[in-house]
C-alpha cells in the first residue's frame, strides 16, 4: 500500500502572546470594527512585550562577552564601540572596560573595536552557540594616528566551553557545509558519538529506544507524537547549528529520556545568496553465485538541494530578511518495495522594526510517499 505523510507547521512570534491581553476602553457600533481594532492593538502590544522580554526567553541566540585592553599596558579600556558587522547589534564597554552583547542570533559573525586613539580591531569566523557565552577579548594598540585598513583577527572557538553544563555533540554552519553527502541530518546525527541507525532509519541514542530522542526546530518540538520520531525532514544546507544531547539536559527538554536532537534554521542577511547541489548514485551489480561484479549502473536514487537567501528590499540592510531552502530526492532502496520519494521545504523571514524588537516567521513543509511492505498469512494476520 502507499503511504503518504505530510507535515506543515508555521510559527509566529506574536501568536503566543496576543491572547493573554485585553484591550480595553474600545468601544464600536459594529463587531467588525470592535474585532479589527483589537487585533490591532493586540499585535502592537504583543510586540512590545516580546521586545521587552525576549531575554528571558530560551529562543535561538547566544550571547558575546569579553574585555578591551591596551595592548601594552593592559589596562581596560572603557567607552570602547563593539559592533558586529552586516548587523545593527552593537555596544560600548563599561568602566571595567567590560562589555556583552545578548540576544545574538546563532550563526558567524565579524565584530569590530574602534575607540579614539587606537587602531580598530577586527575579528572574523566569530561563532555563536545556542545558549551559550562566546568569549571575545580585544587588545587593542595606541595609534595617535588613525590608519585606514584596521587589523584584522581570526577568532578561534575556546576548546573548554565553560558555561556548557550537558553533553552535548555541536556542529556549526561551516562544518555542515564541508559535509561531502549530507543529504539529510539522520547522516550527521548517526556519525556522532553514543548513536546507532537501525536497519529501518530509525536513531537510538546512548543504548535507549527510538522514540525516546526529542526533536526540536528552531526550539519548537516537531516530533511526531504517534511514532516519537521527528515529523518533519530539513537539509543541512538549511541549518545555522545542529546539536545532539545525550545527557545532563536542563528541565527546558524535560520530555526527553534518552537524546535531544536540535536544530537552528538560518537566516537571510544584507547580501543576495544561494546555493544548489545535486546528489546521484552509481553501483555495480554482484552475482552471488559467480562473486563477479557487473557493469556499472545507475541506482536511481538521487535528491536536489538548494537555497536562496538575502533582504527583501534592494537597500541592503538586515531589517528584513529572506531564507528559502529546498529539497527533492528519489531512493529506490534494495529491494522493490522499499522506495520512497520526498521533498522539503523550508523558509524563514526576519523582521527589525527597532534594535529592541525582533519578528520572525518561519515555516517547513514535508512530505514522503513510500512503499510500505504488508506480509499476511492464511488467516489473514
Not at 302 to 323: E, Y
Request: aromatic share 8%; proline share 4%.
Amino acid at each position: 500500500m502507499t503511504a503518504k505523510s505530510n507535515y506543515f507547521k508555521w510559527l509566529w512570534a506574536c501568536d503566543e502572546l496576543a491572547p493573554n491581553h485585553t484591550v480595553r476602553g474600545l468601544v464600536k457600533s459594529t463587531l467588525t470594527g470592535k474585532i479589527f481594532w483589537v487585533s490591532v492593538l493586540a499585535i502592537l502590544v504583543s510586540a512590545q512585550i516580546l521586545g521587552s522580554i525576549a531575554p528571558i526567553w530560551a529562543g535561538t541566540s547566544g550571547k558575546l562577552a569579553g574585555v578591551i585592553r591596551d595592548q601594552e599596558s593592559g589596562t581596560p579600556l572603557p567607552g570602547a564601540s563593539v559592533m558586529i558587522k552586516g548587523t545593527s547589534i552593537g555596544t560600548s564597554t563599561d568602566e571595567d572596560g567590560e562589555y556583552f552583547l545578548i540576544n545574538v542570533p546563532v550563526g558567524t559573525y565579524t565584530v569590530e573595536v574602534f575607540l579614539i586613539g587606537y587602531q580598530s580591531v577586527k575579528k572574523t569566523k566569530v561563532t555563536v552557540l545556542l545558549d551559550l557565552t562566546t568569549p571575545l577579548d580585544f587588545e587593542l594598540k595606541s595609534s595617535p594616528i588613525e590608519l585606514e585598513k584596521a587589523i584584522i583577527v581570526v577568532a578561534e572557538r575556546p576548546i573548554i566551553q565553560k558555561d556548557l553544563t550537558s553533553s552535548t555533540n555541536l556542529v556549526i554552519r561551516e562544518q555542515l557545509d564541508n559535509l561531502p553527502n549530507a543529504v539529510g541530518i539522520q547522516p550527521v546525527i548517526s556519525s556522532m558519538a553514543g548513536t546507532v541507525e537501525d536497519e529501518n532509519r530509525l536513531l537510538h541514542v546512548r543504548g535507549g529506544r527510538a522514540g525516546t530522542v526529542s526533536y526540536f526546530l528552531d526550539d519548537v518540538s516537531v516530533q511526531d507524537p504517534f511514532v516519537g520520531q521527528a515529523g518533519t525532514r530539513i537539509s543541512p544546507d538549511a541549518l545555522e547549528e545542529l546539536s545532539l544531547t545525550t545527557g545532563g539536559f536542563t528541565a527546558e527538554y524535560g520530555e526527553a529520556l534518552s537524546g535531544v536532537v536540535s536544530a537552528i534554521t538560518r537566516e537571510g542577511g544584507s547580501q543576495f545568496a544561494g546555493k544548489i547541489k545535486a546528489y546521484d548514485g552509481l553501483t555495480h551489480s554482484y552475482d552471488v553465485h559467480t562473486g563477479e561484479y557487473g557493469k556499472l549502473e545507475r541506482n536511481d536514487n538521487h535528491s536536489v538541494i538548494a537555497n536562496l537567501s538575502g533582504p527583501l528590499t534592494f537597500s541592503q540592510s538586515d531589517r528584513a530578511a529572506f531564507f528559502f531552502s529546498g529539497e527533492w530526492g528519489k531512493n529506490d532502496g534494495y529491494l522493490p518495495h522499499n522506495w520512497r520519494t520526498y521533498h522539503s521545504e523550508t523558509g524563514k523571514i526576519s523582521l527589525k522594526p527597532t534594535n529592541n524588537i525582533k519578528l520572525v516567521l518561519s515555516g517547513n513543509y514535508y512530505q514522503r510517499e513510500l512503499l510500505r511492505y504488508e506480509h499476511r498469512d492464511v488467516n489473514n494476520i
